[in-house]
C-alpha cells in the first residue's frame, strides 16, 4: 500500500527571466512507511523536490520511482498521492464534508463509503464532531483547518503522502502540538509521507529520518541522532543545532588526537573531535573547528594561554543559560553561544571571561563552509 | 551515445503521450477564432489602407493614394484638427472637472456620498448619443434652457455658441466622460495612505504644501489613467460628433461618410489606420511616462476626523458637486420628460401624450429584439472566450502569452468604426467569408470589442484565486477539466458574471460599431432611436431611449445588488 520513493540523479531548472538550478543532482531513497524531513534554509531546493514527486513540476532530466514503478511523466492526477499545502488550500466554496470528500468522489465512489470513509477520517485526525455542523472550512481555526487539510489528503489512502510545510502558518504553540499529531496519524496509517520545513527543531522533532538540503543539493541523510551527532560538514552542523565555529591550524597529530592552533592569540589545544568526511587532515592544515554550546564553559580570567572573550548578553533559556561571548578572531569580532547549566558567579554582561575547551569532543571540518 | 539519445527521445514521446490534452484542445478554441476574426480583418485594413481606391483585396500594387488626402484634402484636414481638438479640449476638461469632484467627495465632509458615487456612473453608462441628442432639445436653436443663459450671458455682451459644432461636441463629450476622471481620481485620493500625510504634517508642511508634495504626486497615476481613457474614447466616439457635428467631421464620422457616402473600404481603411496609430500613441504615451511613476499606495481606513470639515469647504464642494451631477443628469431628465410630449418647443414641451411609449410595440419591435438577441449572444459568447483566454494567460503563462494578452485588449483602444472597417474588409462579399449584412458580422464585431471587458474581469479573480487549490485538485486525483469544472470555475464564477453583465449593458446600446454593420434586418434599438433622432421624431427616440436606459439601468444595478459590489466599482476596468 505505502511505497518507496527513490530519486535517480533528479535535476530542475528553471528557466525564465533568470536561470535557476534548483535541483542540482539528487538521487535517495525513501523507505516504505517512512515519516521523511526535507530539511533546508529557503531557495534550498526542497519545495522543488516536493513539487517533482508529486508531479507538479517536470524534472529536467533524472527519473523517479514510487516502489518499481517510473513515474516521472506520470501527471500527478495518476498517482494515487496526498498533498498538504501550507496554505492548506481548503475550498471556500464547499463545506468540510465536501472538502474531504472531493479525492472520493473524483474516484466515483459510491456515497455511502464516501460518508462511512469521511466519518472514519474525521475521526482520526480529531475532528470527529466538526462534520455535525459542517461548516465552510474559512469559518475553522487554523488547527482545525490544518486537520481538515490532512483529512483530505488521506481519505483515499494514498501510496504517498506529501507535506509542504504544513506548519507554517500556526503559532508556536499550536505548532508544536500539531506535529506530534501529524506523527500520530503517519504512524496509524503509515503511508509514506515527505515532511518539508525549514525550522530544524521540527524536523529532528518529527522525522524518522531525515535530508538537509542547501543549494540545490542534499548534504547528508540520516536520523536526527546520527546528523546531530556526526555532521557531514560544517553548514550540517550548524543547521541541525547550534555550532561555534573558530578557525584553526593543525600543529600536530597522534592518533585520533590532534593539535590545534585557535584564534589570534594563538590559544593551542589538544583533542579527540570527530572528523567529518569531508576533511582530510595532516599537520599543517588549515581547518575550522567546531563546538556545541553545551561543550565549551565559561571560567574566569586567570593565566594566559587561554582564550578570552567579553559576554555581552546573558540569556535564561530556562533548562540552560546562555552566554553571548564576543571574540576576536583575525581581527574580526564573532559572537560564541555557550551553554552553561547555572549561573557563573561573578560573571555579568560586559565581563572579561575566559573559555575552556573540552578533551574528548568537538569537531574538525574542512576550512571555510561554515554557512 | 546514440542508444542514449534514443532513449531520451522515446522518454520524451512518452512523456508528450501521458500528458492530459484537454487543456489544449479547449484553448486552441479561441485562439483560431482569434486569428480568423480579429488577425485576419486587422490584416486585411493593413493591406488595403494602401490599396487604390475601388480595389478588392490583394497584395499589390500598393499606393499611398489614400493617405495623401491628409495633405491635400481640407475635409481630411479638417476632421484630423477636430479630433484632436475635441479630445484634447475633452481630456482638459474632464481633469477641470473630475479632479476637484474626486477630491472633494473623497476628502470634504459632505452627505449623501453613496448618491453621488452612483449618480456619477450614470453618464457612462447612457448611450452618449442620447444625451446629444437632449442636449439639442435644451441648448439647440430653439432649445428650452438656451433663451435663458443667453440672457444671463448678454450681460457680459457674450453669447452661447451654436450646440451644432465644436463647442456642442466637447460640451456633450465633457459630460459624458468626466465620471473616469472623476471615479478613478476619487479613487486614488481614498486610497493615499494617511500615514504619508500626517507624516509631513509632524514634519511640519501645511495642508496646502502637503496637497502639492504628497497628495499630488501620488494621485498623478490615476489621474493620468483616466485621462488616456477619456483620450481614447473622445478619438473613438461616433454618436456624439455625428449628432451634433454638423458640417463638422471627425475621424470616426470621415469613416462612415467613405464607407456610407462613397463605399471606399481601401479610403476608409487609411483613415482607420491613422486613428489607431493616434490611440497607440496614447497608449504608449500612458505606459511609458505614467506607469513608471506608479507607486504602491497601501490602503488604510480613512477615520472621519481627518476629512475636511470647515463649513465653507464643505458648502463648496456640496453644491459644485450638485451643479456638476445636474447638468450632467440634465439631458437623461429632459429625455425622461420628452417622451411623454408630442413636441419641445421654445418655453418647453408641448402635447402630452402616451402615444410614444403605445406606439413601441409596433415600430419598434424588430430591433429590440434584435437587440436583445444579439447583445444576449455576443455576451454569452464573450464570456466564454474571455474566460478562456484569461485562464489561459493567468494558469498556463505558454510561451507568447503576453501577444495573446495584447490581441485579446487590442479591440478595447480601437473606435468602434475600425472594427467595423476591419469586419468590412475582411469579410466583405468578395471574402472567402462573406458576412456583410448577416447578424453573424455584428456579433463578431461585439465579441472582438467587448471581450477584454469579461477577460479583465476573470483575470482580476484569478489573480485572487491560489493556485494551490488547482494544485490540490490535480493532486487529488481530478484530471485538468474536473479541476476546473468543480474548482476553478466556481471561485472566478462572481468574476465572470460581472464582466458579462457590463458587456450585455454596453452592447444594449453599442452604436458606432453597429452603424457601419447593420442592413434592414438588423437593425438594432440603438440605430432605431438614431434614425428617429435623424428624422425629428423626438418624442420617439425619447421613449425608445428611456426604455433603453431603463433596461440598462436595471440590469446593472441588479448584478451589483447581487454580487454585492458598488456600481462604481464595476466600471475601474473601464
Known sequence: MSSSISYKDVKKTFTGSQVVHALKKVSFKIEPGELFCLLGPSGCGKTTLLRCTAGLESLTSGRIFYDETDVTTIPPFRRNIGMVFQSFALY??????????????????DESTVKSKVTQIMDLVG????????????ALSGGQQQRVAVARALVYDPQILLLDEPLANLDAKLRRHMRAEIRRIQKITNVTTIFVTHDQEE?????????????????????????????????VSNFIGKMNFFSGQITS????????????????????????????????????????????????????????????????????????????????????????????RGVGEGDLIAIEFPEQVGFLFAEGGED | MAMKAKEEKRGRLSRVLQKDFTPYLVFSIPLIFLVIFLVWPLLTTLVRAFLPAGRTFSLGPFSLANFERFSTSNLYQGSLRNSFIISFSVVFFTLLIGVPMGYFVARVKMPFKRLILSLGILPVIMPSFVGAFSWVLLLGRQGFARSYINMFLGMFGMELPS???????????????????????????????????????????????????????????SVGAGAILVFIRAMGNFGIPAMLGGDQYVLPTLIYFRVNGFWDINGASAIALVSVAITGGALLLQKFIISKREYETISASRSENELHSHPVIRIVATVYCGIILLVSLAPQITMFVMSFFTRWGSSGPEGFTLANYTRIPTIASRPILNSLFLATTASLLCAILGCLIAYITERRRPKGAIILDLAIMAPFILPGTVVSVALISGFGGDSWLPLTGTFAIILVAYVIRRTPYVFRSVVASLSQLDPTLEEASMIAGASWLYTFRRVSFPLILPGIISGTILTFATLLQELSTTILLYSSGTRTLPIQIWGAVAD???????????????????VVYGMNRFLGQSISSSFKTG
Open chain 2, 163 to 221: 450646440i451644432y459644432g465644436l463647442f456642442g461636441i466637447i460640451f456633450t463629450m465633457t459630460l459624458t466622460y468626466y465620471p473616469f476622471v472623476f471615479l478613478l481620481s476619487y479613487g486614488a485620493f481614498e486610497a493615499v495612505n494617511p500615514l504619508l500625510e500626517e507624516a509631513a504634517m509632524l514634519m511640519g508642511a501645511k495642508r496646502k504644501r502637503i496637497l502639492r508634495t504628497i497628495t499630488l504626486p501620488l494621485v498623478i497615476p
Open chain 1, 203 to 235: 524536523a529532528m522533532a518529527i522525522g524518522d529520518r531525515l535530508a538537509i538540503m542547501r543549494d540545490g543539493l542534499i548534504e547528508q541523510i540520516g536520523s536526527s541522532d546520527e546528523i546531530y551527532h556526526n555532521p557531514n560538514n560544517a553548514f
Open chain 2, 536 to 554: 425629428g421624431k423626438f418624442g420617439e427616440a425619447s421613449a425608445l431611449s428611456t426604455l433603453l436606459v431603463l433596461v440598462v439601468f436595471i
Open chain 1, 127 to 138: 475532528l470527529p464532531d466538526v462534520l455535525e455542523r459542517n461548516p465552510s472550512p474559512t
Open chain 1, 92 to 109: 471556500p466554496h464547499m463545506n468540510v464534508f465536501e472538502n474531504v470528500a472531493y479525492g472520493l468522489r473524483v474516484r466515483g465512489v
Open chain 1, 253 to 344: 597529530t597522534q592518533g585520533e588526537r590532534y593539535t590545534v592552533k585557535l584564534g589570534k592569540e594563538d590559544y593551542t589545544m589538544s583533542f579527540t573531535p570527530k572528523v567529518a568526511p569531508d576533511v582530510a587532515v595532516s599537520e599543517g592544515d588549515r581547518v575550522t573547528v567546531g563546538f556545541r554550546p553545551e561543550h565549551l564553559k565559561i571560567k574566569p580570567v586567570s593565566t594566559n594561554g587561554e582564550m578570552q572573550g567579553r559576554v555581552r548578553i546573558i540569556q535564561h533559556l530556562g533548562q540552560v543559560i546562555r552566554y553571548e561571548v564576543v571574540i576576536e578572531e583575525q581581527g574580526q569580532e564573532r559572537t560564541i553561544e555557550i551553554d552553561m547549566l547555572g549561573l557563573v
